[in-house]
């Protein structure tokens, strides 16, 4: 007999905290180290959290949009902490704003194609803004770039369990899911999107078992969707991203579930690449493919999916040791045309990719 599902063996992604000294500080697990051990990093540098980013200690859209705004008030509550002025009076020293905008920037480039990165850091940004103008002094406007964030965590949170709610409603009792990548909990502050979907599917008794895609070349479905799923007792096989065709064609996938990093006005969605060949396939066997992600995750300015920026990373991770001769292209995402999409699920609701509502 299967065993009960069990969230609460989920630990927290991303959460900041204060340290002993009542200093802003962000703990996150560092995924580098998963499936092998659980590893809570600490630090209250930005520059750190920004390293963090680059090397996918910390990943998946809505936490990249999370720690992006953790980094801009770490900095702030650093500027806070070293700016009191004689006679006890606190200001906003006059290069407040343009080393902000700086810092900003630097965060939001760390990596390119989830929207939601530069989403959180904006967030932040125009808050600090909106502060100054009512001329809150800096302590205090770190603090409130602090309870944002927090704010952040808990809204992510919310926005995933609504996902899945309405996720949930397209799955049959009995249902075997495919996914590629990692969306779930590990992705966000807490409970994931496409396996929020499953959490809410599998806590209705849905969810027969959960196909894991391994996901070359950094191994986010082997590492840390099976990881995951393992510690929520969820039902996972996990298979070699070339074995997703025969398993379709074997009739034991009922529907396909992934993230996405950019969805573009018209329903196109960029996520990890693989993504796109899975929905090829799902197409060809005809199973219903749905993209999960919040509506932060959308990018409005993009008319379609052909301006999203895709992420090329190091050649080291396909190839460990160069091969004279041999070049290595590696993007790390890849664009799902709407046309191949059954259904968008967002906080808001299930759409047809075309006819979100954002
Ligand atoms: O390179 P990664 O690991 O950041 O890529 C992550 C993905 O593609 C996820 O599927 C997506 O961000 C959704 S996470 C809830």
Known sequence: MSQPLCLENLPRTVELERDG???PRLAYID???LPGELAFERTGDWRAVVGAVKSLAVRGAPALGIVGAAAVALWAGNVGAGSPTAGGCWEIPPSFFAELGRVADEVADARPTAVNLAWGVRRLERLAHALAGGA???RALADELYDEVKRMEAEDEAVNRAIGAHGAKLLAPGSRILTHCNAGSL???????ALGIVYAAAAQGKVERVYADETRP???????TAWELSRANVPCTLICDNMAASLMASGRVDAVLVGADRIAANGDAANKIGTYGVAVLARHHGIPFYVAAPTSTIDPTLPDGSGIPIEERDPAEVLPAPIPGVEVWNPAFDVTPASLITRIVTER????PGKLVY
């Open 21 to 23: 000294d009542g200093r």
């Open 349 to 352: 609701g299930v759409f047809e």
């Open 31 to 33: 995924q580098r180290r």
């Open 136 to 138: 809150a002094a800096p």
């Open 218 to 224: 950094v191994g986010q479905g082997a590492r840390l």
């Open 187 to 193: 992705g966000t502050a807490f409970f994931g999107t």
